[in-house]
T-cell receptor, first 114, second 111 residues
Framework: DVKVTQSSRYLVKRTGEKVFLECVQDMDHENMFWYRQDPGLGLRLIYFSYDVKMKEKGDIPEGYSVSREKKERFSLILESASTNQTSMYLC?????????????FGPGTRLLVL | QKEVEQDPGPLSVPEGAIVSLNCTYSNSAFQYFMWYRQYSRKGPELLMYTYSSGNKEDGRFTAQVDKSSKYISLFIRDSQPSDSATYLCAHSTRTGNQFYFGTGTSLTVIP
């Protein structure tokens, strides 16, 4: 079974802190994604990556950056956390080619920024 | 206008009912259509996907795409309490470089 793990299930941070969210997949997937999920807004794509050291902006990249130094690991960085970044963060991965065909999601990280 | 519109519900049905979940989308360039199921406190899991128009059936689930009306549907036959979850529709371009999710419909199947 494909497994996507996220470093934390729950995080509480203060405004202005630098926050790292880690995601690891064990199926040698080329593609990895970071989403945030908010009530009434659904899933919104922050960043995605088709290969190591490659990244592309999604719909809402402002205030975020990403890092993909190894194929299995995709990190989301909040440079200076703000209260409007309180959300559920979901990481996903998929095989190469048709990127959207099958995305496997991690359990999510609930981030609260005070 | 959102790329994908989905009625958030909540939807509550008795066990054994046929459930119909629907989405509309605005961009005809999108060719891949997906349904995800998300249980409480879990990440979404892919339920079904279709390419272009037509129907796809998998057990009790049928996904339907009508590109002429930009309408996506998921039908659940003989619904079970274990089907209680939030269902998200999604679509993407052929290359996968643009993809959007609906906001999700919360479904409860009452025993």
């Amino acid at each position: 079974d494909v497994k996507v793990t996220q470093s934390s299930r729950y995080l509480v941070k203060r405004t202005g802190e630098k926050v790292f969210l880690e995601c690891v997949q064990d199926m040698d997937h080329e593609n990895m994604f970071w989403y945030r999920q908010d009530p009434g807004l659904g899933l919104r794509l922050i960043y995605f990556s088709y290969d190591v050291k490659m990244k592309e902006k999604g719909d809402i990249p402002e205030g975020y950056s990403v890092s993909r130094e190894k194929k299995e690991r995709f990190s989301l960085i909040l440079e200076s956390a703000s209260t409007n970044q309180t959300s559920m963060y979901l990481c996903a991965s998929s095989f190469g080619g048709r990127a959207q065909e099958t995305q496997y999601f991690g359990p999510g990280t609930r981030l609260l920024v005070l | 206008q959102k790329e994908v519109e989905q009625d958030p519900g909540p939807l509550s049905v008795p066990e054994g009912a046929i459930v119909s979940l629907n989405c509309t989308y605005s961009n005809s360039a999108f060719q891949y259509f997906m349904w995800y199921r998300q249980y409480s406190r879990k990440g979404p899991e892919l339920l079904m996907y279709t390419y272009s128009s037509g129907n796809k059936e998998d057990g009790r689930f049928t996904a339907q795409v009508d590109k002429s009306s930009k309408y996506i549907s998921l039908f659940i036959r003989d619904s079970q309490p274990s089907d209680s979850a939030t269902y998200l529709c999604a679509h993407s371009t052929r290359t996968g470089n643009q993809f959007y999710f609906g906001t999700g419909t919360s479904l409860t199947v009452i025993p």
